[in-house]
């Protein structure tokens, strides 16, 4: 007897809904039903990434095997040989889809049928990994990918929001996904919205990851189950610069998710918060840690194997069964209002932090003026109180008080002739409109500063001073 093996490697990839499948006119024989059995058994037993538990659930099937049969409808079997599985270990990547919907799968990625091989010469697997598939039948619909410009309701944030069915790494996917970016240059915040994305591919996972870093950045990795060796395959994965990355490397981002969020988007969001760059709104998501592969069974059916695992590479956790956890939890109906407050609480911030970083930097400036004009009484207005600063006085770098004042007064900086005075304004830190850390370089001197907010004027509370090294 001749089987169709046809294996489809797809990293990251859709949530099968095994237990959703519509109903079926299609009849599974007794014969079949064994011959599928012990073809899965063979399958699980020798790909599934997880050997041990492989082996328990090679041996489950085995025994629905030695049961006698009546003739079942397709989507009656397919949910019976689903639950024994699951039975098992609960792995949502893996199970039995119908020639109905297998068929949909290798339309969907342009799937060759795979060479036929007589049983008893042994099975013999032609591996193709369609990672970069690029076939016709792989066209992006208009659910998959959506976005436009929005304005957030404090009516000054422009918003790019993303929404993505599907992980569509295909080159015109790849293409949409740019002019999708292309269009958003010079919004505030992007929003993807991943809560109905049931998952995809690699390809999309590291180009989309690519637009918010603007050099390749480590995000999981994967690995892989044991070879003949006994060795494992571990594969690092790393986001893709490209040309639009570093208008949006530094550009905030939030990624809502829900329990139907899945797989490689589930990838896509442990990476980025791995990483730190994304906030992640909603519910803790599905728990799709394994990739998996597609392999032709008997009668034409199909079967989704999982054969590989995504983790961390610094703590060896992932998200298998327990989902990625969010950062900010709400229900997913509510995610996206959430993140509106959030962007507009930031930004809120942000303008607070602005105006306080300009008074900061109007009182350096100040100060700088009165250092280069010997101003006693412009300086001493600015120091919230009588305070010591240290000067690197000698070549030995012995350090002594002195006061920042006396320094003004004996013409350290109105000594310098006007054609060399210069001042560079650093501000490091401003902290709850509280307390503010800068720096202030003359041509000799470097002033480190700590600043504290008086009733809505910045006053100086300590100076550390250094001499600059000077060159030529």
Not at 75 to 93: G, P, T
Not at 261 to 287: K, M
Not at 397 to 414: C, F, M, Q, Y
Request: glycine content about 8%.
């Amino acid at each position: 007897m001749k089987t169709t093996r046809t294996l489809l490697t797809i990293i990251w990839t859709l949530l099968i809904h095994f237990s959703l499948l519509a109903q079926s006119e299609e009849k599974a024989a007794p014969n079949l039903q064994n011959e599928i059995i012990e073809e899965l058994s063979n399958l699980i037993k020798k790909e599934y990434v997880l050997e041990e538990i492989g082996t328990k659930m090679a041996d489950k099937l085995r025994e629905l095997k030695d049961k006698p049969k009546d003739e079942m409808a397709s989507d009656e079997f397919i949910a019976m040989i689903n639950q024994e599985l699951r039975s098992v270990y609960m792995d949502k990547h893996l199970g039995v889809v119908s020639p109905e919907r297998f068929k949909q799968f290798q339309e969907m990625f342009g799937l060759e049928e795979g060479n036929q091989h007589n049983q008893n010469q042994g099975h013999h697997n032609q591996k193709e990994d369609h990672s970069n598939n690029h076939d016709a039948h792989d066209k992006p619909s208009a659910n998959e990918l959506n976005g436009s410009r929005v304005i957030n309701r404090d009516g000054r944030t422009n918003i790019g929001l993303v929404k993505l069915s599907r992980f569509n790494g295909t080159e015109k996917g790849l293409q949409n996904m740019k002019k999708l970016f292309t269009s958003f240059i010079g919004v505030d915040v992007v929003i993807i919205d991943l809560r109905n994305c049931k998952g995809g591919d690699a390809d999309m996972v590291k180009a989309l990851s690519g637009y918010f870093f603007n050099q390749p950045t480590y995000l999981v990795s994967t690995i892989s189950r044991k070879d003949e060796k006994g060795n494992r395959e571990v594969i690092e994965r790393w986001s893709v610069v490209n040309k639009l990355s570093e208008q949006f490397s530094n550009t905030p981002l939030y990624i809502m998710t829900s329990t139907q969020t899945f797989s490689a988007a589930e990838s896509f969001s442990f990476g980025l918060q791995l990483t730190r760059r994304a906030t992640i709104v909603g519910e803790n998501t599905g728990g799709g840690g394994h990739m998996n592969t597609f392999f032709a069974l008997p009668g034409g059916y199909g079967a989704s194997i999982s054969v590989g695992r995504t983790f961390d590479g610094k703590t060896d956790k992932g998200f298998q069964g327990t989902g990625v956890q969010v950062d900010i939890q709400v229900e997913a109906d509510h995610a996206f209002a959430k993140t509106l407050a959030l962007i507009q609480a930031s930004r809120t911030a942000e303008l607070a932090f602005d105006a306080s970083k300009e008074k900061v930097h109007q009182t350096l400036q100040e100060l700088s003026e009165a250092w280069y004009n010997g101003d006693v009484k412009k300086a001493q207005s600015l120091i919230y109180h009588e305070n010591e600063a240290y000067l690197k006085l000698d070549d030995d770098k012995v350090v002594k008080k002195v006061n920042l004042l006396k320094l003004i007064e004996t013409g350290v900086g109105s000594k310098i002739p006007r054609e060399l005075r210069n001042r560079e304004i650093s501000i490091y830190e401003v902290r709850d409109d509280k307390t503010a850390i800068a720096r202030l370089m003359f041509r000799d001197q470097i002033h480190y500063l700590h600043l504290i907010n008086d009733n809505g004027s910045w006053k100086i509370i300590s100076d550390l001073i250094t001499e600059k090294q000077m060159h030529g």
